[in-house]
């Protein structure tokens, strides 16, 4: 096993709670640095789809989710390792407060993780209605874990020059750590929606919010020393090799993924690690697309369809089709978004909407969130993708609770042991070769989704029936993958 020293300058970006602006801030940071030539490797830590889709949109580079819950140290490392192989600098964006985790310990926090990678933590403080105070904040933020390096502060929401040297001169004086900036309220109309940002893909004046952040961050942050703390970053172990080696299991199989405006939650790893094992991805719009292509295999990922539900309704060619081709034993995965689509209606903002109808389900979305968090759901009935008693873990967020209409068309497979899944104790809507869940899985944690692909696609070539025992013999098995 090769292992090599990795010097690539980095930092974490964190904040001491969510809603600090730390997303914002990163965006903007992505931008200036991308404008003067670096290449950048941007991550964010936790599940998070959207905030990564705007970090890979603002750098150009694929955004990778390092997440301590779903993976281990060496797994994270991998990962860190192969976003980070080609670029001039790391940006790793945190979530919620530094130290905010799982538990009273705060396992799985940005600052963990911070310590894992050895990385200079640079804290966004929102400053509003507050001065001094902020001061004893850091330095309690600096006492409180060991082996967190806290190198550097950037004051955000300040209201007036006054109120800047008061909270700059506080933080410098009683806890030693720079302030590298400091950016005013910024009135935008930004694009926020839930608990966050909507995805880039929805959102209309993308170049003005990055030119507005830009100019902010280029007369509000001493950039030089940000990357001058950046190169102090330690030394740090990577393996080398590739997460999957090359592989044919899947050459000249074509799987269609479905990605657009309503379809975008995504981990680059499972797309990559459809490629690595010879799978041709052919792209499909849902919105514009007017009839599904020649596919032996279907991946709809998450989204926000309920914002596109007249759009997708109105395709009325490309849903028979994706309708028929279910019918038929087309193997299909679908995560949340993708479910809801696959659903009979969506009903949101008082208007129902007819969608694919493969699964005898109505979809209601809400205003609050019906599952969100870490999910753990165990396999407990057959079903195309997964070995029953498999344990999977993911992750859930969504507005949305789901009616079934004929119980006797569609099987609920999943055991959930932590989450909400459908109801608080089923996820994992079954319908001949159609599997669709609320639980997000992230290939590196969970490498029975890889297999699972795999022996979808088999069994349909084979022409087996879809609930029959399946044997991973000639597939792929769990060792295959080095992670």
Known sequence: MTKGLSSIPRIVVAAQKGGAGKTLFTIGLLRVLTRRGLRLAPFKKGPDYIDAGWLARASGAPCRNLDPFLMNEDQILRIFSLGARSADMAVIEGNRGLFDGVDLEGSCSTARLARLLKAPVILVLDCTKVTRSLA??????????EGVSIR????NRVARPRHENIITRSIEHYTGVP????LPRI??????RHLGLIPWQEYQAEGDLFAILEETLLKSLDLDRLLALA??????????????????????????????????????????ALEALGAD?????????????EIQALYIGGGFPETQAEVLSENRSFLQDLREAGEEGLPIYAECGGLMYLGETVSWKGRSYPLCGLLPIEFEVHERPVGHGYAVVRVGAENPFYPVGSLLQGHEFHYSRPRIRDPRRVRLVLEVERGFG????????????VFGTYTHVHVVS???????????????????PWGRALSLSGGVSKSHFKI
Do not use: C, H
């Open 136 to 145: 004893a904040l850091v330095q309690g933020f600096q006492a409180f874990e």
């Open 152 to 155: 550097g502060v950037v004051l």
């Open 179 to 182: 302030v590298l900036g400091a």
């Open 187 to 192: 009135k935008f109309p930004f694009p926020e």
């Open 231 to 272: 190169r102090e970053a330690e030394p740090l172990a990577l393996r080398e090799e590739a997460l999957w080696p090359s592989s044919g299991e899947l050459a000249g199989v074509k799987i269609g993924v479905i990605r657009d405006r309503a379809f975008q939650f995504y981990y680059p790893e499972n797309l990559e």
């Open 281 to 293: 991805l052919i792209f499909i719009d849902a919105l514009k697309d007017r009839r599904l292509p």
């Open 422 to 433: 459908f109801d608080g104790e089923k996820d994992g809507a079954v319908y001949k070769r």
């Open 446 to 464: 969970t490498p029975l989704w890889l297999e699972g692909m795999v022996r979808a696609v088999q069994e349909k070539d084979a022409g087996r």
